[in-house]
């Protein structure tokens, strides 16, 4: 061999690269084997590896599909097999390539405070398991702002979640979509919230009741039914009538951006009560009636749902009594008769002492003169009846 040639050989021999794990290398498919692997050549080293079907992250009767001789591909080396340089062989991967070159992408993701999307794969015991290109991994405590009872209506979607901690040396990767969830929903809330109209009908689902009142969801966003505009009729607890996931129609009584608040009524989409009074009930009338409040001057019995009428004082017995609680108290039934109805004004005279018989004898009253008047109660609230139908026969005693 001449002088040349062994320089030649010489420098071919040095060319030929190390190889060594965790180098990341470019292999020639060569052939398959008998063990479903592709054995392939390393460019530049001399010598050759395998990649188990699993590695190229396809199934093993699916390799010959996928990957064909003389293709190039980009691989890292996981271990050596062998002990000579030129029989040896190497044990390769381009799945854990893949996978460290997405390590490196989230780090720096990480690094910058950027976030990442990824698909919910599993719901496994705590929390979410996604698919970021590696496995992720969300506890349930960072899943929403807000308590999440079934972590089953995740899976399939495809979240924004922030980075909390990453390890690529073990291989974990958790994450948070608590933040997310907040945006979206206050976005999905304003926009909700600019589609709203005070007075406006709109259709909503019960989220959650209280002993106040009912949290009706109008897609995106939740208003506040108060228990005193869910019926006509007195509600105890908005439970007694409603139930969560009921579909229910709501009117719109106010809309507060500023503070995010939005008052609703359900009894408002309902016929007024009032409106059937003049067809039910008539003057003379006998009616079954239930005591809802007492006051000095007589009762308030609701005779229909969200229809009360007041019998005065002078009218609950045809023996004296200083206040209706002494023979009357809330809840309790009775019997009236019907002595006026002006269903414009909202307004039923009723009478109990009319349906009982009266005493053979009865005693008059003495008159009293004007410097003893009594004091006589005025309601704080409308109840559609004048001074006058309220103080009744006490002015006729005091002429």
Same mark, same amino acid.
């Given at each position: ?5 062994? @320089? ?8 030929? %690269? ?47 599909? @996928? ?11 996981i271990s050596k097999i062998g002990s000579d340089k030129e ?44 698919? *970021? ?35 690529? +040396? ?5 994450? +948070?979509?608590?933040?997310?969830? @907040?945006e979206e929903r206050e976005a999905q809330r304003k926009e909700?919230?600019? @589609? ?24 995106g966003v939740d208003g506040l039914v108060h228990v005193s ?13 409603? &139930? ?35 067809? &039910? ?17 007589? *009762? ?18 045809? %023996? ?30 009723? +009478? ?9 004898? #009865?005693? +008059?009253?003495? %008159? ?5 008047? %009594?004091?006589? #109660? ?22």
């Amino acid at each position: 061999m001449s002088e040349s040639e062994n @320089k030649d050989l010489l420098e071919a021999l040095n060319s030929v %690269k190390e190889v060594n794990v965790g180098d990341v290398v470019k292999g020639e498919v060569l052939a398959f084997d008998e063990n479903k692997q592709v054995i392939v050549g390393i460019e530049g080293t001399g010598v050759e590896g395998v990649v188990p079907a699993r590695e190229l992250g396809v199934k093993a009767d699916e390799l010959e599909d @996928k990957v064909s001789v003389g293709d190039m591909l980009d691989l890292v080396v996981i271990s050596k097999i062998g002990s000579d340089k030129e029989g040896g062989s190497f044990l390769l991967s381009q799945r854990r390539l893949q996978a460290r070159k997405v390590w490196d992408d989230i780090e720096k993701k990480f690094e910058n405070g950027e976030t990442i999307t990824a698909p919910v794969t599993q719901v496994v015991k705590g929390g979410l398991v996604v698919d *970021a290109g590696v496995r992720g991994f969300i506890p349930a405590s960072m899943i929403s702002d807000r308590y999440v009872e079934d972590l089953n209506q995740y899976k399939g979607q495809e979240l924004k979640l922030q980075i909390v901690e990453i390890e690529p +040396s073990e291989n974990r990767l958790i994450l +948070s979509h608590k933040e997310a969830a @907040k945006e979206e929903r206050e976005a999905q809330r304003k926009e909700a919230m600019d @589609k709203l109209t005070v007075g406006e009908t709109v259709e909503g689902k019960v989220a959650r009741l209280t002993n106040f009142g009912a949290f009706i969801d109008l897609g995106g966003v939740d208003g506040l039914v108060h228990v005193s505009e869910i019926s006509y009729d007195h509600v105890n607890k908005p439970s007694d009538v409603l &139930k969560v996931g009921q579909d229910v129609k709501v009117k719109v009584l106010d809309v507060d951006e500023e503070h995010g608040r939005i008052s609703l009524s359900i009894k408002q989409t309902l016929p007024q009560p009032w409106d059937e009074v003049g067809e &039910k009930i008539a003057e003379g009338d006998v009616l079954d009636g239930t005591v809802k409040r007492l006051t000095s001057f007589g *009762a308030f019995v609701e005779v229909m749902p969200g229809v009360e009428g007041l019998v005065h004082i002078s009218q609950i017995s045809h %023996k004296h009594i200083a206040t209706p609680n002494e023979v009357l108290e809330p809840g309790q039934e009775v019997k009236v008769k019907v002595l006026s109805v002006d269903p414009a004004a909202h307004r039923l005279a009723l +009478s109990i002492k009319a349906l009982q018989e009266k005493p053979a004898a #009865e005693k +008059s009253a003495p %008159k009293k003169n004007n410097n003893n008047a %009594k004091k006589v #109660e005025i309601p704080e609230e409308e109840t559609g009846f004048t001074l006058g139908d309220i103080i009744g026969d006490e002015l006729k005693d005091q002429k």
